[in-house]
C-alpha cells in the first residue's frame, strides 16, 4: 500500500507565508502527476495546483502568482509554497498522487489526511 503525509500547515497572519510538504511512501513503482487541493467546511474540494512528473504545472486562478508547486522525485515528495496569504486561503490542503505501484498496472489515486492552513487578519 501506499501513503501520503502532508505537513507544514498551522497558523500564519495574512500575507504571511508557509510551505507544505507531502511525502509519498510504501510500494511505488512511479508517480505522475502530483498535486494539492483544499477544502473548507460546506463546500466541495478544490484544486490548488498540479505537477507532473516532468514539472509542467497548473494553477488555480486565484492562487495564481502566489503559490508555487514544486516536486522531488528522489524523495518522491511535492511541496507548496504559500506566499501572500489571504483569509480565503484558509482550508485543510490535501496531498493528491496518482502513484503507480506495479509496473504495467494502472496508477491508484492517494490523498493524504489533509493539513490545516489557517489564515488571521
Known amino acids: 500500500q501506499v501513503q501520503l503525509v502532508e505537513s507544514g500547515g498551522g497558523l500564519v497572519q495574512a500575507g504571511g507565508s508557509l510551505r507544505l510538504s507531502c511525502a509519498a511512501s510504501?510500494?511505488?513503482?512511479?508517480?505522475?502527476?502530483m498535486g494539492w487541493y483544499r477544502q473548507t467546511p460546506g463546500k466541495q474540494r478544490e484544486l490548488v495546483a498540479t505537477?507532473?512528473?516532468?514539472?509542467?504545472?497548473n494553477y488555480a486562478d486565484s492562487v495564481k502568482g502566489r503559490f508555487t508547486i514544486s516536486r522531488d522525485n528522489a524523495k518522491n515528495t511535492v511541496y507548496l509554497q504559500m506566499n501572500s496569504l489571504k483569509l480565503d486561503d484558509t482550508a485543510v490542503y490535501y496531498c493528491?498522487?496518482?502513484?503507480?505501484?506495479?509496473?504495467?498496472?494502472?496508477?491508484?489515486?492517494?490523498w493524504g489526511k489533509g493539513t490545516l492552513v489557517t489564515v488571521s487578519s
Open positions: 505537477i507532473t512528473s516532468g514539472s509542467n504545472t
Open positions: 493528491n498522487a496518482a502513484i503507480t505501484i506495479v509496473a504495467g498496472t494502472l496508477p491508484v489515486d492517494a
Open positions: 510504501g510500494r511505488i513503482f512511479s508517480i505522475s502527476t
